[in-house]
């Protein structure tokens, strides 16, 4: 089937197989007609709003060691912080301030932060009208369950890649089931669950890309992050090359075609390898969400997953407002509410 055909079945049908996906992945020719399709899908189920979360990067304290990230354990050149839960608060009512409808909790699996020390944070921002997102790695189905009856809305906890043997490699210590019984346990606790992958991992065929975009459906996800590899040379990972751009975005779209209505956030990532203008990019070629940081200080700079990450000198401020402008100019606007996944009627 000509590529043009295939895209017009995705976007009638939301369905495409492994084979299919892999052509349209490998196409730099299909990605212009990708990205239109995905927009005119993303506008007739999610619409033109964009919605705003606020990102809180609450601690770099970590005890994995993903061989991607410049917060892994061994990587001794990392500065590590971790806020107190008065500091969170603060920072949430500023994100509230700013008109921002979700708090999203993000650190590395830092074990000081127990139930008992974010059950009263989630509360807090619950009372404060806000939506709570936590990204704050592998816990046990207890834990998860006790955070949902906190309040907490929703989880982000990316697969990162569902080729087995290369998830395995790339963060030893972790195991693959554990991580799919992680995300089941989630959905099933009635959490809005959102996974995702990194693009760009040594070792990554296409084809497992293909198969990333088909567990994302599969498992029904209702936010799909991703993000293009970028080497932090303080990690194993180090003299990589940076993940494709072309790739990520014709995985935007792709996923977009697939999963209509989920929340697909235009990461900072992406706007950090095609600065001023990444987002915008991709919030034409399907995106609908925005995770503009909340984090202050010394602390937002010390959250270094890899080199040059976007926004890091801006002020929260200033994001808030930069952000409103670009998205205008884009002719959308900001969302005015929590931006719930929107489910087929
Ligand atoms: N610790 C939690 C976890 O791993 O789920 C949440 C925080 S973790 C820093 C968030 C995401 O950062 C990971 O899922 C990973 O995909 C991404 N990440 C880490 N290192 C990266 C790098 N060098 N380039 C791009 N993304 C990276
Ligand atoms: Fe820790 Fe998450 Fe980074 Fe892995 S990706 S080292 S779990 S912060």
């Known amino acids: 089937m000509e590529l043009q055909k295939l895209i017009e079945k995705a976007e009638t049908t939301h369905k495409?197989?492994?084979?299919?996906?892999?052509?349209?992945?490998?196409?730099?020719?299909?990605?212009?007609?990708?990205a239109a399709?995905?927009?005119?899908?993303?506008?007739?189920?999610?619409?033109?709003?964009?919605?705003?979360?606020?990102?809180?990067?609450?601690?770099s304290y970590c005890r994995r060691n993903c061989m991607y990230c410049g917060l892994r354990r061994d990587n001794e050149k990392a500065g590590r912080y971790r806020l107190s839960p008065d500091e969170i608060k603060a920072l949430a009512e500023k994100a509230v301030g700013y008109g921002y409808h979700t708090v999203v909790l993000q650190s590395g699996e830092d074990m000081w932060y127990t139930t008992e020390r974010l059950v009263p944070i989630i509360r807090f921002i619950k009372n404060l009208g806000a939506a709570?997102?936590?990204?704050?790695?592998?816990?046990?189905?207890?834990?998860?369950?006790?955070?949902?009856?906190?309040?907490?809305?929703?989880?982000?906890?990316?697969?990162e890649t569902t080729d087995r043997a290369l998830y395995e490699k790339l963060d030893p210590g972790m195991s693959y089931d554990e991580r799919c019984r992680c995300l089941h346990d989630l959905k099933e606790l009635?959490?809005?669950?959102?996974?995702?992958c990194l693009i760009g991992l040594p070792g990554q065929t296409v084809e497992a890309l293909a198969e990333d975009i088909l567990f994302f459906q599969e498992i029904d996800a209702d936010m799909v992050g991703i993000g293009p590899l970028i080497p932090n040379p303080d990690?194993?990972?180090?003299?990589?090359?940076?993940?494709?751009?072309?790739?990520?975005r014709r995985m935007v779209s792709l996923i977009r075609l697939l999963l209509p209505e989920a929340n697909i956030p235009a990461t900072t990532a992406m706007e950090t390898l095609i600065p001023h203008k990444g987002r915008e990019i991709i919030l034409k070629s399907g995106a609908n969400v925005v995770m503009p940081n909340v984090t202050e200080g010394e602390a937002r700079e010390k959250y270094a997953l890899y080199p040059g990450k976007a926004c890091v000198s801006d002020t929260p401020a200033y994001c808030r407002t930069c952000m409103?402008?670009?998205?205008?100019?884009?002719?959308?606007?900001?969302?005015?509410?929590?931006?719930?996944?929107?489910?087929?009627?």
């Open 235 to 248: 990690t194993p990972l180090g003299d990589e090359p940076t993940g494709d751009m072309g790739i990520t």
């Open 190 to 196: 009635g959490y809005e669950v959102g996974t995702g």
């Open 324 to 345: 409103e402008t670009r998205i205008n100019a884009i002719g959308r606007f900001i969302g005015s509410d929590a931006g719930a996944r929107k489910h087929r009627r």
């Open 132 to 159: 709570v997102t936590l990204s704050i790695g592998e816990r046990t189905r207890e834990e998860y369950a006790e955070l949902k009856k906190a309040g907490a809305d929703r989880f982000l906890l990316r697969i």
């Open 37 to 59: 399709a995905a927009d005119r899908v993303r506008k007739k189920y999610v619409g033109d709003a964009v919605h705003l979360r606020g990102l809180i990067e609450f601690s």
């Open 16 to 34: 495409l197989t492994k084979e299919e996906l892999t052509l349209l992945l490998s196409s730099s020719e299909a990605e212009e007609h990708l």
